[in-house]
Every structure is written in structure tokens, then in C-alpha cells.
């Protein structure tokens, strides 16, 4: 799911912003490999004074630094489960249904960091997610950049309530419905998404850019649909069964020596990929014959009522099986009789 830089809707940031030190700021974030480390460079205001009687400053890349520094955890995605991902979304398979129990967030807060399903674009995109305790509700701020750019910050963020649609909270001015007309599969999800639009840059995109305003949002929205189904999409590969690897960093002794150095520490993360040489099912879990049993092309599972001795209950939809092996694409179609 490739998208569109707000760059290419408002210009280059040299028309919006003054001029500074974006000189400096390309030249570091271009050194910084991830998507997070290049954020943690910029600053938390740009100074603009385009079209504007005198300068104001404008919420900037670096408005969440603390933030995404201090989470408990931030992942990164391999190419290989990042295009998982967006197949998961593109299917809008029954995970993504608002009333399945486990749709939830792992952590009250993280980021996730993945790469453009079009290898050619090399841009990678990174979520700041914060949510309520049961994980239900909460906001997503998003960034993107071009290999070795600036980052971009959205100025969309996306408020999500997966308990309660919130489409009625969208008033078009500083609050949108969010809908992909492409994937009317989604509509039921994204009704429980609106995004809001950053008080600071509202203010000067209605001075400034009044002709042009619903093109801008429009631009951005297509930084934003995806959002809320992505990281549910990530959600549903880390409780699977998949054969997924976790690689985290020790940058412990790089960053002292940065820091002797006066620059920037890097951010620790876990690198998330998939291990396709393990392909069966562990012993026990499937029974007697597990030794031998392969695991199942991956598949989503809808969810069902399971009878256990003298316990009924139940079990929501799921992924199962091995991507390695195969993906199932099949739908069917249930009809009652009349």
C-alpha cells in the first residue's frame, strides 16, 4: 500500500518552513538508518512565516520525541511481514471486526516501524501508538520518509474507539470520517476512526491554504486510512502460530561512544521476521501425531463455538498455519435456508 508524501501536496519543506537549519537536519536524519532515530533528530516546532503578518511556530517531526523515546517497546518490521500485514488488511478477514474480543492493542503505548510494500519507493513508515488499559481505544501520530530523507510527520492523527463508531464526531473542518473507497470491506473498522487534524496547522492551512484545504486533507487521509487496520494486522501475526523471530538490539556500548562523540543515542528495538525454515507444529500441541503433522498453509479462522468436555465457549477469530507453506485465500459464503 504505497502512499503519498504531504510534500507532494504543500511543496518542499523549504516553502513552508524558514529556512533555518533544514540544511543541518537533512544532513543528520540522511545518516540514520531508522525511521525512529532520523524523528528523534528533528525538533518538536517548525518556525513558518509564509503568507502570515508574523512568524508562527507549527507542532514539527519531533512533537512526540519523549514519547516514542520512553515506550516499552518498539518493533520493526521485515519486508516479508510488513507485505503480511497489508495482505491481512487487503482481506479484511473477520479478525478486523470490531466485536472480535482479541482486536486490541499489545501495549498501552509502542511503535511500530515498517517498510513500503513497494520496494522501489524505499520509504518506511512508524506509528506512535498509546491506548487505553484494555487496549480498545486511544490515538496513532504516524511518520514517513524516503531513504535518507527528512521524516514527514502526519498531521492527520487517527483517534480510534473500537467499543463506539465515531464517525459522528467528524465535523469535516478539524475532524474527518476516515474510508478507503477501494476497500468498502474496511468501512465497517474505519467507522470506529476519525482523524484530527493538529490545532496548529489547521490554523495556518485555513489562512494560507484556504483554496487548497480539502486537497491537503485529502492527501494526508491517504497517510491515515491505513493506519488502524495495519498495526490490528500486525496484532493478529504476533498472536498466531506463525514462525516469527525477534531479534532485539543491544546499542548499549554504540551509544556511549556517540554520546562521547555529542551525537544522538539510537533507540533499542526488536527487528520482527519470519523464520521460514521451521515448518511443524511443535510436539503436543496438536495431539499424539504432532511429531509428524505439518502445520497448515496459513489461514484465517473464523470464529466458533468449541465444546470442551463439559465447557462450551467461545473462540474468536484467528491465523493459523505457516505462511512459508502457502496462504489460503478462500471465502465462503454461508446462507440460511428459508
Known amino acids: 500500500m504505497a502512499t503519498k508524501s504531504r510534500d507532494q501536496a504543500l511543496g518542499d519543506p523549504d516553502e513552508i518552513m524558514d529556512r533555518g537549519n533544514i540544511a543541518e537536519f537533512r544532513t543528520l536524519t540522511a545518516r540514520a538508518k531508522r525511521l525512529a532515530d532520523r524523528i528523534m533528530i528533528c525538533p518538536p516546532q517548525v518556525r513558518v512565516s509564509k503568507g502570515l503578518p508574523q512568524p508562527r511556530f507549527l507542532t514539527g517531526v519531533g512533537c512526540r520525541n ?135 496547522w489547521e490554523e495556518f492551512l485555513v489562512r494560507c491554504e484556504r483554496g487548497s484545504f480539502a486537497q491537503h486533507m485529502q492527501h494526508c487521509m491517504e497517510n491515515t486510512w491505513y493506519l488502524l487496520p495495519q498495526i490490528l494486522a500486525f496484532v493478529a501475526v504476533l498472536e498466531s502460530r506463525s514462525p516469527l523471530t525477534f531479534s532485539s538490539s543491544d546499542l548499549s556500548r554504540l551509544n556511549k561512544a556517540r554520546r562521547r562523540r555529542g551525537k544522538h543515542p539510537l533507540l533499542d528495538h526488536a527487528e520482527v521476521g519470519l523464520d521460514l525454515a521451521r515448518r511443524n507444529i511443535p510436539s503436543g500441541e496438536h495431539g499424539a501425531n504432532a511429531k509428524t503433522r505439518q502445520t497448515p498453509r496459513l489461514h484465517h479462522v473464523r470464529g466458533h463455538v468449541v465444546h470442551r468436555g463439559d465447557t462450551t465457549f467461545w473462540r474468536a477469530p484467528h491465523l493459523r498455519g505457516d505462511i512459508a507453506l502457502g496462504v489460503v485465500r478462500r471465502t465462503v459464503t454461508v446462507r440460511g435456508s428459508v
Open 66 to 200: 519523549e514519547e516514542i523515546a520512553n515506550v516499552p517497546v518498539r518493533y520493526i518490521l521485515q519486508p516479508e511481514v510488513a507485505s503480511w500485514c497489508c495482505e491481512i488488511v487487503r482481506s479484511a478477514d473477520s479478525y478486523l471486526d470490531t466485536r472480535n474480543p482479541r482486536m486490541k492493542m499489545p501495549h498501552p503505548a509502542f511503535w511500530l516501524e515498517w517498510p513500503s510494500e513497494d520496494a522501489a519507493s524505499q520509504h518506511s513508515f512508524g506509528a506512535l501508538v498509546t491506548s487505553s488499559p484494555d487496549g480498545r481505544s486511544g490515538e496513532i501520530r504516524s511518520w514517513w520518509a524516503g531513504e535518507g530523507a527528512m521524516p514527514d510527520l502526519n498531521i492527520l492523527s487517527a483517534e480510534f474507539d473500537l467499543d463506539a463508531p465515531m464517525a459522528k464526531a467528524a465535523n469535516g473542518r478539524n475532524a474527518f470520517a476516515v474510508r478507503n473507497a477501494a476497500l468498502p470491506q474496511l468501512d465497517q473498522l474505519l467507522s470506529h476512526v476519525v482523524a484530527r487534524l493538529d490545532p496548529t
